[in-house]
Structures are given as C-alpha cells and as structure tokens.
C-alpha cells in the first residue's frame, strides 16, 4: 500500500469509515506519533527511508536494544555507518520505552507489548518487559488524575524509566523467500483489552487444567519455540531457501498439504533441499502452528474467551485444505476480526502483483459463508476481506522510521 493513502468514507455521511482489523493498529498509531514527536524535536534519530520505499542499508541490519545477541555492533558489515547505527539504535530503544509507556496506559496497562515492538522493530520474535519496570509509574498516574500535564517530578520519573535498561528481547525473524503472509478482515473486531484481562485472570488463578499443571500455556510456550525455530533456524539453510526458490512455485504450490506427504517422483527427493525435504520442512511447520492453534483454543474454552472461534477454526481449517497453504490461523489477542495464512508462493498473476495461490485463498475467502445452527434452517454469512498487506522483514523500512517523500 501506498503510504498516507486516504481513509474511505461513509457515502451517506462523509464521515471517515474505520474498521478494525486486528493487527495492532492502536498501537502503530501510538508508535508512530510518538516517534514523529521525538524526531521532529530532535530528540531522537530514526532510521530514514526514501519516498517511503527504499531504506538505508546501513539502517536494515540494525540491531535493536534488548537484541539476545547483546549490544554489540560486531557481525553487522556496514563499517561507514557504524555512527548512525548507534544513533539510531539509542532512538529506536527510546521511542520504544516512551511508547510501550503510551500504549500500556491507553489500553489499561493490559496487553504484551508485542505490538508496540512490532511496530519499532519490524518483524521479530520478542519476550515482554516485566511489568515492574512501569507498573509502579502507571499507578501512579492514575493517582494523579486526568491533568493534562505532568509535574516536575513525574516527569523526570518517566525520563528515567525511558532512558533506563528494559529487559525485554528482540530476536530478528524472516518468513523465507517463497513463502508468503496474506490477511483477511473477517467482520467487525474484538475489544483485546477485555480478552486479554479475562485471559490473564485464568493465568493467574484458574490455568491447573487437565492432567497437567499449565498444560496449555506450557504446550503453547513449547510450540512458538519450535515456530521460531524452524523459521530461524531450518527455513534459513541455503539448501532449504534454494529448493523453495527452485521447486516453490511450481511443485509444492500445486499440491495440498496432504500431497505434500505422498510420495513424489524419485528425481524430487535425491538430496538435501529437494521438493521432498523442502516439504516435510513445511509439514513440520504446519503442525507446529496447528499444535499452537489447539492450544489456544483449549485455553480460551478453559478461560472462557473466544481466542479462536468455532466460526474462525472452520474458515482457518477450509484456508487449510487449499494447494499450496502452510497454515491458517487467528493472530494477536484472537476474536473473531482478522485471520492469517502462511502459504508458498504460486506462480505470478496480475503482472507480479499477486500469485496463483493467493488469488485462490482470496476467492475462498471473498465467496465465505458462516453457517451457524439455526434449527439447520438459517446461516449468516461473514465478510471476509483478503488485505493488501505482506509480511515486512526485520529493521529499516520495516519498522520505525523517518520517510522523505517526494512531494
């Protein structure tokens, strides 16, 4: 998409339509304010793109604060810009800090700080901040009231919480080339704040379920591990990265997931990275998600929480069954508003606009109709809307940063 594009309207009103889609638009709106502010009164240095496309290369291979391998520069090949690395780098960890501190008081101080993250850093696997590091100054400005401005004191209080060591992580993470993210709107959204309050009260007091104690958090903790692993680890091999560019489009997009698992012509499977390794790698990330699903599922029935609906498991497990489709799923707090899927590249369409598989998921999910027992006379139908995004890399562009356009 465009960026700044204009918000669609309501014909009868003019005024601006906005629906909510799941994606964390809150807090992308929270991040991008704060880190204008910040920029605009120099207080920070940003990573800068040009026309809103191309980004510095020395700003791409930027590693954030928090980043597990440490803070050191060393392994990031881009000697003439090791002195804006380090300004933007500081700038990122403060825009960072300030607007998890924005977002958490926003929202209730509820939710995991991924989003706001993401928005910083582009695409990552992350572990939170601990609550201590901002618990303490949230209460205390509920203390305060709704004043419009911060006293002194408060004030150099949030300066030395932003400019202090937050312990939580970042760790960069890629989906492949040949394997591609697409998104779908499905209806009107889901209030995350109050999902993910009712979700955590179960944590904390209700979770001892089945014949294990945290059986679902525990499992759930066990299948992201093995998501990102998979994606950081095996998808990032040479051999496994040239099958998918080689076979991707032409092979594995052609099949479903269960052909997949048939046997293929022997010259497919001869060596390493061949359509047959490449696909028993997709397998096994395909049921690492499905494990994740369950989880989730499990844990929202326990805690009494729609995380996955019948409604979405039936859209994601139709998703599913298409030539060429990983996996399927609800992302963030779950609901009923936005769905994924993970698929492998088909061949091009629409002049390299689109690709075979993804004009077949987006022709599911334009025509989906939402049966619901009715006396098995009735059905609603759901508006389920494939979005114009994909899935953004890790730094630069694809995070926080200043955009010189050409206007």
């Not at 309501?10 to 880190?35: M, N, P």
């Not at 960072?96 to 990552?124: P, R």
Request: charged content about 25%; glycine content about 12%; hydrophobic content about 35%.
């Amino acid at each position: 998409l465009e960026p700044f594009l204009p918000c669609p309207k309501e014909a009868d009103s003019g005024r601006v339509a906005i629906h909510k889609t799941g994606l964390g638009s809150s807090a992308a709106l929270v991040t991008s304010l704060v880190g204008a502010l910040l920029a605009f009164f120099g207080v920070v240095s940003l990573p800068e793109t040009v026309d809103g496309e191309e980004a510095l290369e020395e700003d791409m291979t930027l590693p954030p604060a928090g980043f597990e391998n440490g803070d050191s520069d060393e392994g990031v090949a881009t000697p003439d810009g090791m002195e804006n690395n380090g300004k933007h780098k500081e700038g990122l960890k403060i825009a960072h800090n300030l607007a998890q501190i924005c977002h958490c008081y926003a929202q209730g101080k509820v939710g995991s700080g991924f989003d706001v993250s993401s928005a910083i850093y582009g695409s990552h696997i992350y572990t939170r901040f601990s609550r201590r590091l901002v618990g303490k100054f949230l209460d205390g400005l509920d203390q305060e009231g709704s004043s419009s401005s911060l006293t002194e004191s408060v004030s150099q209080q949030l300066v030395d919480i932003v400019d202090g060591t937050w312990d939580s992580t970042v760790t960069p993470i890629n989906l492949p080339p040949g394997l591609e993210l697409l998104m779908a709107d499905v209806c009107g959204g889901s209030e995350s704040p109050s999902m993910a309050k009712q979700i955590l009260e179960w944590k904390q007091n209700h979770r001892k379920t089945g014949f294990l104690d945290d059986y679902y958090w525990k499992d759930l903790k066990r299948c992201n591990k093995k998501i990102g692993t998979l994606l950081t680890d095996q998808f990032a091999s040479a051999p496994i990265r040239d099958g998918l560019r080689r076979d991707g489009a032409m092979i594995l997009a052609n099949r479903t997931a269960e052909q997949w698992k048939k046997p293929m012509p022997s010259s497919w499977h001869e060596f390493v990275g061949s359509s047959w390794d490449v696909a028993g790698k997709l397998i096994d990330l395909r049921m690492a998600i499905m494990e994740s699903r369950q989880n989730l599922k499990g844990m929202g029935r326990a805690a009494g929480v729609p995380v996955e609906p019948d409604e979405q498991t039936a859209l994601a497990n139709a998703t599913m069954k298409l030539p060429g489709v990983v996996a399927a799923g609800v992302p963030g707090a779950g609901g009923y508003d936005a769905l994924y899927v993970i698929y492998v590249k088909g061949p091009d369409t629409c002049d390299g606009k689109s690709d075979r598989v993804r004009d077949e998921i987006g022709k599911l999910w334009k025509e989906w109709n939402r049966k619901e027992e009715d006396g098995g006379n009735g059905n609603t139908k759901a508006v389920v809307c494939p979005l114009s995004v994909r899935a953004a890399g890790f730094g630069g562009e694809n995070g926080l940063c200043v955009s010189r356009l050409d206007w």
